[in-house]
């Protein structure tokens, strides 16, 4: 059964998505991988249109066959969710329901955070005896682990297997992402484009002037609903 968490504000995802998503409660599971499957136009004006599919394996999208530079006022700007998937299954409580208590794997994906950023995990390596690692070893290796649980939950044999919940984490992820995507297009107002669409990142061309407004966005966005964005600028695509 899917349910449309309270955080995430449905006003701003197109009525089609929405309703491609809510067949999932009424649609026999096998035949759900095609009949919740969708086709959609972000319509860029002048900048192309960045033609998004929406599905159960994920969203991706992009304007075809395009050149984007940052200059000239504009700027390639790229908004990726950190841990979209570990962290869906966090906030929204869609982890595995074969295990019982899913404390051991907040610890690695937070650890595995710290890892990455460079923070303090002494008290992860002190549990380590006898080995030396470093903290980007054990960023890496940490992922492994926290990808093959999401692969897990997708496996008929694997004794945490949960196909539905699973089937939560990657819808759920869509429409934070597309929420916030259209949010920032409504705001750009035409004076730019999204580029590129996937679950956990978008891919932007805007007027430089409307970056902190931009940001802005993102920062209610990750307030409200627990999400981190990281934002890098590229310079051609």
């Given at each position: 059964t899917f349910e449309m968490p309270l955080n995430i504000k449905a006003e701003y995802i197109p009525d089609d998505v929405l309703k491609n998503f809510e067949k999932i409660n009424t649609t026999p599971d096998d035949k759900l991988q095609k009949e919740c499957s969708l086709e959609a136009l972000i319509m860029n004006g002048n900048f192309g249109d960045c033609i998004v599919k929406f599905?159960?394996?994920?969203g991706h999208g992009a304007i075809p066959c395009c050149h984007f530079e940052t200059k000239d006022g504009y700027k390639l700007l790229w908004y990726d969710v950190e841990s979209l998937y570990p962290m869906t299954m966090i906030l929204f409580h869609v982890f595995s329901r074969?295990?019982?208590?899913?404390?051991?794997?907040?610890?690695?994906?937070?650890?595995?955070?710290?890892?990455?950023?460079?923070?303090?995990?002494?008290?992860?390596?002190?549990?380590?005896?006898?080995?030396?690692?470093?903290?980007?070893?054990?960023?890496?290796?940490?992922?492994?682990?926290?990808?093959?649980?999401?692969?897990?939950?997708?496996?008929?044999?694997?004794?945490?297997?949960?196909l539905e919940n699973r089937l939560n984490v990657c819808v759920i992820g869509q429409l934070?992402?597309?929420?916030?995507?259209?949010?920032?297009?409504?705001?750009?107002?035409?004076?730019?484009?999204?580029?590129?669409?996937?679950?956990?990142?978008?891919?932007?061309?805007?007027?430089?002037?409307?970056?902190?407004?931009?940001?802005?966005?993102?920062?209610?966005?990750?307030n409200r609903t627990g999400f981190k964005m990281e934002k890098d600028e590229v310079r051609e695509i």
């Open positions: 599905g159960l394996g994920g074969a295990v019982a208590n899913d404390e051991g794997y907040k610890d690695i994906v937070f650890t595995r955070l710290k890892a990455k950023h460079g923070e303090d995990i002494s008290d992860f390596l002190n549990q380590l005896s006898n080995v030396e690692i470093t903290a980007k070893a054990v960023a890496g290796d940490l992922k492994l682990i926290i990808n093959a649980t999401y692969g897990g939950m997708g496996q008929k044999t694997n004794v945490m297997c949960d934070a992402t597309c929420e916030l995507m259209m949010k920032m297009w409504d705001t750009m107002n035409f004076d730019g484009a999204v580029v590129n669409y996937n679950t956990d990142g978008i891919l932007l061309y805007v007027n430089e002037k409307q970056e902190k407004e931009l940001d802005k966005i993102v920062e209610e966005w990750e």
